[in-house]
C-alpha cells in the first residue's frame, strides 16, 4: 500500500498524519475543500519533511472529482478525514452534517467502488459510545445514542461501511475511534487552528494563556469525578496520527471490518490539564466554574488494548508533552496559519 488518497488532508489531523506519511515514503494525493483549512498546513508539512502531497481542492461530494483524483493516480487505500465536527453547529445545522458527513462519505465509497479502491481508514470518535455504561470503553460495548447530529452522522457511516462490507467482503474497512486529540507537531510549525471561539477544551486553554480570551469557563464542577469536572482521555495529536500508519499496515494484511480505539487509556480532568498546561507554560490560565454544558458526559477514557494487540500501536506521548506542543504552537503562531 504505497499511493494514498487522504480526504480532509490539510486539516488538524489530516496535516500531522500526511507529514508522518510523506517521512514514511507514501506516495500522498490529497482532497480537500478548504472549508476548515488551507494549503498553509501543507506548505508547512512539505518544508518540514522536504517531501512533496498532490493537492486537489474540492469536495467529497463532487463525483466527477473522484473519478478524475482516482482515473489521475493508482490509489491504493483512502485515510478519510474530511468532515464537519462542531458538535454546537451540527445541532443547529442538523442537515448540513448529514449531507457533509454521511453523504459525503458515501458518494466516496460510490467512486471507490467504481474504481476498484476498496481499503479505507475512517474517522470516527468516541462519541459513538453514548454516555458511556462502563469505563473503560472497549470497542466490543454496543454503541450508544450519540446526543447531536455529528456523533450520530459518525455513527450512522460507521453502520453503514459495515453494510457495505457484509455486501463484499472484498473491502477493508478499519474504524478508528478516537478520543480527545490534542497537543501539536513539536516543530510548532502546525497544529489546530480552530475558526472563531474554540468549542475544544485545548485550543480554549492557549488562546487564554496568550491572551485572546479572558478566562476559561470550566463547564461544571459538580460531575462523579476527581475533582467534579469533566474527564476525558487527551491523545497527542502525533500518536494518533501514527495510530492511521498502523490501520494502513493492518489493510495490506486483509483487515476484513475492525474497529480500534485511539486513546491512551487515562483520564484527565479540566482542572488538571490547567494545572499541567500553567506548569509546563508558565502562564496563569484564570477560569470561572460556569453551569454544565448540555450533552457532556461525566467521564470517557479508552480501553487502548485492542489496537496495542491488533495494531501493534501505543500512545507514546503524555499529557505534560500535548501541553508543551499545543503551547509552542498557540505562541508562535497566535493567529493559527492566518498570517
Ligand atoms: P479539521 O476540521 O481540522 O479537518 C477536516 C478537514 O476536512 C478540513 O481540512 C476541511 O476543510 C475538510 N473538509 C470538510 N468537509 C469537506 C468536504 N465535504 N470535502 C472535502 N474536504 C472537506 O478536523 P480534524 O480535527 O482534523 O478532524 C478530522 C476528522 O476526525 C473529522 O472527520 C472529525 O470528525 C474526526 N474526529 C475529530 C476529532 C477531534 O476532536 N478533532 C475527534 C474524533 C473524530
Ligand atoms: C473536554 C472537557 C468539557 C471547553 C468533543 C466532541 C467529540 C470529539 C472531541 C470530534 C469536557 C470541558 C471544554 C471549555 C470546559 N470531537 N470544557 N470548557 O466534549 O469531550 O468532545 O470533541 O469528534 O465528539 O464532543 O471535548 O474538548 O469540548 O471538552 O470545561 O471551554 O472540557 O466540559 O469535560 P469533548 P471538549
Request: proline residues 4%.
Amino acid at each position: 500500500m504505497k499511493s494514498i488518497l487522504v480526504t480532509g488532508g490539510t486539516g488538524y489531523i489530516g496535516s500531522h498524519t500526511v507529514l508522518q506519511l510523506l517521512e514514511a515514503d507514501y506516495k500522498v494525493v490529497i482532497l480537500d475543500n478548504f472549508s476548515n483549512s488551507s494549503d498553509e498546513s501543507l506548505k508547512r508539512v512539505q518544508e518540514i519533511t522536504g517531501k512533496k502531497a498532490d493537492l486537489y481542492e474540492g469536495d467529497i461530494r463532487d463525483t466527477a472529482l473522484l473519478n478524475k483524483v482516482f482515473s489521475e493516480h493508482k490509489i491504493d487505500g483512502v485515510i478519510h478525514f474530511a468532515g464537519l465536527k462542531a458538535v454546537g453547529e451540527s445541532v443547529e445545522k442538523p442537515l448540513m452534517y448529514y449531507e457533509n458527513n454521511l453523504y459525503g462519505t458515501l458518494n466516496l465509497c460510490k467512486a471507490m467502488q467504481a474504481n476498484d479502491v476498496n481499503n479505507i481508514v475512517f474517522s470516527s470518535s468516541a462519541t459513538v459510545y453514548g454516555d458511556p455504561t462502563e469505563l473503560p470503553l472497549h470497542e466490543n460495548l454496543p454503541t450508544g445514542s450519540p446526543t447531536n447530529p455529528y456523533g450520530q452522522s459518525k455513527l450512522m457511516v460507521e453502520l453503514m461501511l459495515a453494510d457495505l462490507y457484509k455486501a463484499n467482503n472484498k473491502w477493508n474497512i478499519v474504524l478508528l475511534r478516537y478520543f480527545n486529540p490534542a497537543g501539536a507537531h513539536p516543530s510548532g510549525l502546525i497544529g489546530e487552528d480552530p475558526n472563531g471561539i474554540p468549542n475544544n477544551l485545548m485550543p480554549f486553554i492557549t488562546q487564554v494563556a496568550t491572551g485572546k480570551r479572558e478566562y476559561l469557563s470550566v463547564f461544571g464542577d459538580d460531575y462523579d469525578t476527581v475533582d467534579g469536572t469533566g474527564v476525558r482521555d487527551y491523545i497527542h495529536v502525533d500518536d494518533l496520527a501514527n495510530g492511521h500508519l498502523k490501520a494502513l499496515a493492518k489493510l495490506e494484511d486483509k483487515a476484513g471490518l475492525v474497529t480500534y480505539n485511539l486513546g491512551t487509556g487515562q483520564g484527565y480532568s479540566v482542572l488538571e490539564m490547567v494545572t499541567m498546561f500553567e506548569q509546563v507554560s508558565g502562564q496563569k490560565v484564570p477560569y470561572k466554574i460556569t453551569p454544565r454544558r448540555g450533552g457532556d458526559v461525566a467521564a470517557c477514557y479508552a480501553d487502548p488494548k485492542l489496537a496495542a494487540q491488533a495494531l501493534g500501536w501505543t500512545a507514546e506521548k503524555g499529557l505534560k508533552e500535548m501541553c508543551e506542543d499545543s503551547w509552542r504552537w498557540q505562541s508562535n503562531n497566535p493567529n493559527g496559519y492566518k498570517a
